[in-house]
């Protein structure tokens, strides 16, 4: 099916690229480029046409088009328009003496983008008026001079939503590439920083920006994402979503094994240790790989805080991982199969909570799952005003209500809860969909073979993951295959003068001065102060302060 | 499957948790009485000496899995029947630790579930990884080694908080003489687990160093047999020989003893769940033996071949015996009557006509 489809797209898009040949090109008589260009696009009303006169005694017809709304009024009207207007007597003059290539001489002496090109290929310049370049069209020659006015209104740069941090920087990418690069650039001073643009997807002709530090990046990891990407025939690349199905290693698997981010500290952290990046014109969601398991555990916030509250962060992290993917089926597995091994008080209240209840653990557990997992759905994607009925409704009267009408044990009600808000300590948002998805295959489990399909499902679970690559790294290294040296920045975070590759903390801080005296910088102002010291007796100066 | 090599932590892993599979939770060489924990280390110096056999024929073909040297060695007339006869018997020790493992669950906690059920689900997720690679299984087993040693470590540090160990038990040591734990070794322990070892002669072309693999999965075999031994001497200095030789599985009530203030007992779920993993890797071993030697003796790709496999070794657990007692009674007989048929003669007529060809073939001086 898919690959009927598949073949279809390229049958047609070379059905459109025939007609394409086919279809009126620039003409020499200007009044008919612009008509084919026009009826290209259909007769568009946001196709802004300028015609202006270039010379005075032999003037020469040519005109300007661009996209209102794609393209930079002001570049337009002052560099491109305005410089074709401005003081055309003299180089007319020139022109109609010595009669070079008007175009060429456009080019070096009047405009005054900072980017212009003579194209004469008819796809590259609808691509290029389509992308909100201006394009001039001279009457008497065939080919249009490209002027890069890109612009109109974009969002600017605030804060990253999904993924927020208490300390750390506080930009978050938007959906122009073009500002995503930079604000990465901004980062990384180096030349070592490489930059590959394409254009991907047969109708949206979007832009795509893969970038890596070379010398740093495996060479091979590159070529195979360069690869990749080439080989995308889709007519549709709207979001980095889209390039990620299509790149990544495995379809079927609830994990993601390509790690997705929309701040620029994170991809540069990321460029620096040797991974690819991928932009994608239109999303603030810049793609990362390759992204192991440990990976989606991190957040930009652990290397901006002390590495011991790091590491006791990350922690937190693989625990409610842990309790998201086991905790209804650990506690359906007790109280099913292994009712032994609760504590005997515990049990009896258990179970006299159980008695009104008419359903097993097992029924409850679905009920409850299911209705968080709906109120969870509608919490996200409803109209901010509404989203305080949701979770009055929802925590409140859904919580205490059904508990009260005898439905679900309140200990029920707590082992849920408790497993929702687990799913939100986990940084990335993809890694924690995976452990609800799989969460419920525990459930399943549990519930019918208890703590023997529990651990069966692990085994299952860890070996799947074991069977996952993201090019080429297994997925879950460093833990399997075991490499003790990259432990440094896995659950643990070491101090970074620890996670500087072959360097001796000595090498790194050697730099560093060392203090022996303490000074407060406002000596003067303390002047006073410091003559009495001095009167008292020779102290040293800390000692002095201290007091 | 042909070019997957595998690193030497995997295989060591593998080894550990394929050795102490079933054997951990049994009650291991208790024809010994309270000397059982010795036996166990006999049985392992036997099953080494057994290991190096076979070492000494790896090293001769170190890329051909055993079917395959058997018919070198022997001739395709006589070496195709030797190959298949190995494979059936892969699959059966599959099919009796497969039937092993899940009527102890049964035992220990499922009552109400139909063995057939708790086998399939068992063999079916051992399929499922063995369908993704026999590099998958050894990168599991990776994991799970350490979750098994920490469970390990937990248990014994609860056993000795809640003071439930008392050592006098394993006293005195020797007590018959050296007599019933001979007998021991010679009836079981040599055999099972390090006997069970040959089917590592079908895995070992994976090592990734010809050289230092032999060494490490020996290795993991000592290590296994120091773990059994302790965990045999600590049922029996906390349940006394006496228990430990009439219970099945002498670990669960060992731990079960571990009781701290009256919040923390009863974790024998801990013991199910080492059941659970060493009983799922023994299987797969064996079931990863018997595939490879099909593969490679019929020359079928190898992912075709799981699931009919799966099928064989279900059902060759569920009819092998009508009772569990039929079949202890029989895994017994066959421990001394057909294994050493298969562990220590074959491999030694192998081990002889290398031994032969590789004199008769070597490049003489002058």
């Given at each position: ?172 990418f938007v959906e122009s590439v073009g500002t995503n690069v930079s604000l990465i ?360 302060e201290a007091k | 499957m042909g070019k997957v090599k595998i690193g030497l932590l ?253 919040f923390i007992q009863r974790v024998d779920i801990f013991v199910v769940m080492v ?92």
């Amino acid at each position: 099916m898919d690959t009927k489809r598949r073949t279809g797209r390229q049958l047609k898009s070379a059905d459109s690229a025939g007609s394409g040949s086919r279809a009126p090109r620039l003409s020499e008589v200007l009044a008919e480029s612009i008509e084919n260009i026009q009826g290209e696009l259909g007769y568009s009303p946001d196709l802004k046409v300028r015609k202006v006169e270039i010379g005075v005694e032999n003037p020469v017809q040519a005109a300007a088009l661009h996209l209102s709304g794609l393209a930079d009024k002001t570049s337009v009207n002052e560099f491109v328009v305005g410089s074709l207007l401005l003081n055309t007597d003299g180089w007319a003059q020139e022109y109609e003496d010595s009669s070079p290539d008007l175009p060429a001489l456009l080019l070096s002496r009047i405009l005054e983008v900072g980017e212009a090109e003579v194209q004469e290929d008819w796809n590259d310049i609808m691509l290029a008026v389509l992308s909100g370049d201006t394009a001039i069209l001279i009457d008497g020659y065939t080919l249009a001079i490209i002027c890069e006015t890109r612009g109109g209104e974009t969002r600017s740069v605030e804060e990253s939503s999904s993924q927020m941090v208490v300390r750390g920087p506080k930009d978050g990418f938007v959906e122009s590439v073009g500002t995503n690069v930079s604000l990465i650039r901004r980062r990384i001073r180096s030349s070592k920083l490489r930059l590959e643009f394409m254009k991907l997807g047969t109708e949206t002709k979007t832009h795509v920006a893969m970038m890596y530090m070379k010398e740093i990046a495996n060479e091979d990891l590159v070529e195979e994402v360069r690869e990749r990407l080439n080989r995308i025939a889709n007519e549709e690349v709207l979001e980095s979503g889209y390039l990620e199905e299509l790149i990544q290693d495995k379809t079927f698997t609830p994990f993601p094994t390509i790690y997705n981010t929309e701040r620029p500290d994170v991809v540069a952290g990321n460029l620096l240790e040797g991974r690819v990046v991928v932009i994608v014109d239109g999303t603030p969601f810049v793609l990362i790989l390759p992204a192991v398991f440990t990976q989606f555990f991190q957040s930009a916030e652990d290397y901006a805080q002390r590495f011991d509250i790091a590491i006791l962060m990350r922690i937190v992290r693989y625990v409610s991982f842990i309790v998201l993917l086991l905790g209804p089926s650990v506690y359906i597995a007790f109280t099913t199969y292994h009712y032994e091994m609760i504590p005997t008080t515990l049990l009896i209240n258990l179970l006299s909570q159980r008695e009104n209840v008419p359903f097993p653990a097992f029924v409850e557990a679905l009920l409850m799952e299911g209705a968080f997992e709906i109120l969870r759905e509608a919490g996200v994607r409803m109209p901010r005003a509404i989203g305080q009925t949701v979770s009055v409704v929802g925590a409140l009267i859904l919580g205490s209500a059904v508990v009260e009408a005898g439905i679900i044990t309140p200990i029920m009600v707590i082992v849920i809860a408790l497993t929702g808000i687990a799913s939100f300590a986990i940084p990335a948002y993809n890694m924690a969909i995976a452990g609800r998805i799989i969460r419920f295959a525990f459930l399943l489990l549990a519930g019918m073979f208890g703590f023997y399909g529990i651990t069966l499902g692990l085994i299952v679970l860890v070996a799947h993951m074991n069977s996952l690559r993201s090019f080429g790294l297994p997925y879950l290294s460093p833990f399997v295959p075991l490499s003790v040296m990259d432990q440094k920045d896995t659950i643990l975070r070491l101090p970074v003068w620890l996670m500087e590759p072959g360097q001796s903390p000595q090498q790194i801080r050697a730099e560093m001065p060392e203090f022996k005296q303490v000074t407060s910088g406002h000596e003067s102002e303390l002047a006073p102060l410091i003559k009495k010291n001095e009167n008292r007796g020779k102290q040293p100066k800390g000692e002095g302060e201290a007091k | 499957m042909g070019k997957v090599k595998i690193g030497l932590l995997q295989f060591f892993t593998l080894t550990v948790l394929f050795e102490l599979g079933t054997a951990l939770v049994v009650n291991l060489g208790m024809n010994a009485g309270r000397d059982a924990w010795m036996s166990i280390l006999i049985g392992c110096l036997a099953g080494l000496v057994m290991f190096w056999g076979y070492v000494y024929l790896y090293r001769k073909h170190p890329d051909m899995p055993f079917t395959a040297y058997t018919r070198k060695l022997l001739g395709t007339t006589a070496g195709t029947p030797v190959a298949v006869m190995y494979i059936v018997l892969y699959m059966n020790l599959a099919g009796r630790d497969l039937r092993d493992g899940s009527t102890m669950l049964a035992m220990a906690t499922m009552h109400n579930t139909p063995l057939f059920i708790l086998s399939m689900l068992m063999i079916l997720s051992s399929a499922y990884v063995l369908h993704k690679g026999l590099e998958v299984l050894t990168r599991t087993s990776l994991m799970f080694t350490i979750i098994v040693l920490l469970i390990g470590v937990f248990s014994l540090l609860l056993l000795i908080l809640s003071g439930s160990i008392k050592l006098f038990r394993l006293l005195p040591v020797l007590e018959n003489g050296i007599g019933p734990v001979m007998d021991s070794v010679v009836h079981q322990n040599y055999m099972f687990p390090f006997g069970e070892m040959i089917c590592f002669t079908m895995l070992m072309p994976y090592l990734s160093d010809v050289k230092k693999g032999p060494w490490v999965i020996a290795a993991g075999m000592l290590i296994s047999a120091l773990l059994l031994s302790a965990t045999m001497a600590l049922n029996i200095s906390v349940l006394g020989a006496d228990i430990v030789e009439r219970s099945p599985l002498p670990l669960m009530p060992t731990i079960s003893k571990i009781s701290i203030s009256d919040f923390i007992q009863r974790v024998d779920i801990f013991v199910v769940m080492v059941l659970i993993i060493g009983v799922f890797f023994k299987v797969s071993v064996f079931f990863a033996a018997a595939l490879i030697g099909i593969s490679e003796l019929f020359n079928l790709p190898y992912r075709r071949m799981v699931y009919p496999v799966t099928l064989m070794i279900l059902f060759t657990s569920m009819l092998d015996a009508r009772s569990f007692t039929e079949h202890l009674n029989e895994g017994g007989r066959l421990l001394y009557t057909v294994y050493p048929l298969f562990m220590i003669v074959i491999p030694v007529i192998l081990i002889i006509v290398t031994a032969i060809r590789s004199y008769f073939s070597a490049p003489r001086p002058g």
